[in-house]
């Protein structure tokens, strides 16, 4: 049995006294994709935000392999390999892909304030080692021609891809997209499915994956977990999620949502 | 980008201008008042470019500016009045040249720590509060230096609060004023072309994003935000050795805004622009004095029309590049480019020779 | 003692100026979210026009406080002019600080219109309020603190009744919450927000009419530290929210004039009065960052 490298317990948070999420707990292994769905506003954003340092637990735990992470700050999830992408876009829309990408390297970058201010000949070997970095991840999600693009230029679905490679840029171990396939057409997300494949595969990273897409989940996750108003209703293969009578009602019956 | 090549055209172009200012001075046809003038330019874009990285990449409107320069400026005019009372490189010349530059380094960095102190409190308030917590601070720093002892008067032992203060050594010389404005340019731009600019303009975009991919936003901030205060006070210690009296009431809100129009109308991220900014804005009041009275008029209205047709400044982001503009008329970096290839096979073909002919 | 309740009244007379000047940064920082950085010299506009309005009224044969209506008139038209020509076109295109900018850049144009047009010496004004001091705990306090109490407090409820009760405070309140969903039901959003300016105009002249009876004169830069102060008074009680200008106004004003009165005394001269503009960014600062959103405001949250 492979390696958990991300574990919540009892996770929970309340809001001024409602809790939003309740009694989480999830394992992730190495190479596994997770996927983490549940009826609008059931708390799925809401666990990203916990498991990615934007918002402080108020109960249980939460480790990154053997640390503890309970409160610790986003930069801290990240340094500690855990990376994401957002529902709502968030890229640096005025600075460009390949700068988008480099800030997400900037704890790889070995040069400090004084080369920062000269530019030695080791501060050029770095940027350019850097770059070309940046420019494979920008292959691998496939916008290597757009580098010197301004990132708020890009058509839509390729904004959600430049979020991707500037999260796989962080070099995480775990891989947490946010509704990735949201608003791209079937090619795109036919696209979408590839780049995940192929970072899975690429990168050996797990990857957890909130998606109102339901094909797309089925599709290519090993374990989903279903949450709905805060609390887990059941966790399992897509065969058996498929088929469970509480994720039916909450899921589907309830909204009268055909997927 | 600004590459090895970029970099030799621009000291080039920099010396050159330094030397034709030489000339000028030299056969008098830049007066002392001209180079008064010229000096305070320097301040000015020293001043601007400053306020571009805290507010141009890092995002932040500073309006409390000028009190890291009044750090600076009385900082260094008590350090040069106490070097002379020891009598410590209390002579002329070079010793004069030490002094003058020890002084506004000190208060660089005096102005730089109060930037870490000013910063890490407040630097998590968002847009408009940082703003307002910035001329705060302003304000408490004039005030308290208008009621220091030391800084009033003859300074030192002598002081008495609320007065101006007087008797400062003019110690700053246009030709250091020039190369040090020159080095404070050429140190902030490559800042900006590194990796702490590109994440500046990262937290200035989407602060919750630039997190999310591991960057300690608040490290970066605060480091911003001093080094704009380092470099406010280098200009605020050379005003005062300029001036020669600093009087309490100088380094008022007024001041502060005073560079951020400078800022703005250069374009708030381009360095380019804080230079032209910077001068023209310093000459022209000068040039046009029998209209001093309504400087501040002009300026106001021409502030609102740049505000209403062109938000981010005139250059906006844009720097001009002396080398892109000799590529554009002269084919430049091509023609570089191959006498150096044509060099280099001329040495080879030589050295080919030379070793056949060292063969037979 | 004696001396201590005559402070604090005039803590309450500087504090009610202050808050009807923090009324009005509020109402427009309410509903646009800009710090109009020109309203303390709205109020300059006002002092000038009762400088030149109030000998007529007098010759007129009426009291020298209806000048105060022609000052409304002069510092609507004025607010309402500068929300048109510059703020409007300016928050069309432009980011918080390019509007930010443009109304400190405004704030510089009156100062320096005033002072091209009646020069930078300060101009006297004739008395407005002839009023008899009136004894209370056996200390004298003049006629004129107990009225800018009085209408401070009046002016508070006032607005509190129009936001909460009226149509137009609905839609206010509606552009303020959200203005795409506030077009989307039909709230004419442009026409919402320059009643919001006039209404801010029209508490500047008010607020020229307390600060002239209680100080009588008129100056280009008179609005400079007075806006400032009032700004930190709006801040310090929750921007925005209108009882909250009040108290911060309030606040401000007794902490000023105590602190000019004990400072010294109290840290054995160390701090001096002359400290008291200080004093007063430094409570800004400190209420800052331990509540960010001011004392009655709420704090959000960025949505993630």
Known sequence: MSDVILRAEHLGISFGGLKAVNDFNLELREGELVGLIGPNGAGKTTVFNLLTGVYKPTEGDYYIGETKMNGKPAHAMVEAGVARTFQNIRLFSNMTVIENVLVARDRKFGYKLFSAFTHPKSFWKQEAQEKERAMELLKVVGLEDKADTVAANLPYGQQRKLEIARALATDMKVLMLDEPAAGMNPTETAELLEIINLIRDRFGISILLIEHDMSLVMKICERITVLDYGNIIASGSPEEIAHNKYVIEAYLGKDDEEE | MFSKLSSKVNFIAVTLLFLILVVLRETGIFNNYVMGILMLACISIIMTASLNVATGYLGQLVIGHAGFMAIGAYTAALITKAFANADILNGSGIENFFRFIIAIIAGGILAAIFGVLVGAPTLRLKGDYLAIATLGFGEIIRVIIQNLKICGGKGLAQGSAGQALIGINRLADFYVVYWITVLSLAFLFCFARSRYGRVLKAIREDEIAATAVGIKTTRYKILAFSMSAFFAGLAGGIFAHYLGTLAPGTFDFNKSIEYVIMGVFGGMSSFSGSVIAGTVLTVLPEALRSFADYRMLAYSVALILVMIYRPQGLFGSYEFSLTEQLDKYFDFTNKVQARKEKKAAEKKAGKAAAGEGGEK | ?304
């Open chain 3, 1 to 304: 003692m004696s001396l201590f309740v005559q402070q604090i009244f005039n803590g309450l007379k500087v504090g009610s100026v202050y808050a009807l000047v923090a009324l009005g940064y509020t109402m427009v920082y309410g509903i646009i979210r800009l710090i109009n950085f020109a309203h303390g010299d709205f109020i300059m506009v006002g002092a000038y026009t009762l400088c030149y309005t109030i000998p007529l009224m007098v010759n007129a044969g009426m009291p020298a406080w209806m000048a105060v209506v022609l000052g409304i008139v002069v510092c609507v038209i004025v607010g309402v002019v500068v929300e048109l020509l510059a703020y409007r076109p300016v928050r069309k295109k432009g980011t918080n600080m390019t509007a930010l900018i443009t109304a400190i850049s405004m704030s510089l144009f009156l100062q320096n219109t005033a002072q091209s047009l009646f020069g930078s010496a300060p101009k006297p004004i004739t008395t407005i309020f002839d009023l008899e001091p009136i004894n209370i705990a056996g200390v004298s306090i003049a006629g004129e603190t107990l009225v800018t109490i009085l209408i401070g407090f009046a002016v508070m409820i006032t607005l509190t009744v129009v936001v909460n009760k009226t149509k137009i405070g609905r839609s206010m309140r509606a552009v303020s919450q959200d203005r795409q969903a506030a077009i989307l039901t039909g709230v004419n959003v442009n026409r919402t927000i320059t009643l919001t300016f006039a209404i801010g105009a029209a508490l500047a002249a008010l607020a020229a009419l307390m600060y002239c009876a209680n100080y009588p004169a008129a100056s280009p830069t008179m609005g400079g530290m007075l806006g400032l102060k009032a700004f930190v008074a709006a801040v310090l009680g929750g921007i925005g929210i209108i009882p909250g200008a009040m108290l911060g106004g309030i606040l401000v004003g007794l902490v000023e004039s105590l602190s000019k009165a004990y400072s010294a005394v109290l840290t054995g001269g160390i701090i001096t009065s002359a400290f008291s503009d200080a004093v007063v960014f430094m409570i800004l600062i400190f209420v800052l960052l331990i509540r960010p959103a001011g004392i009655l405001g709420k704090n959000e949250r960025e949505k993630v």
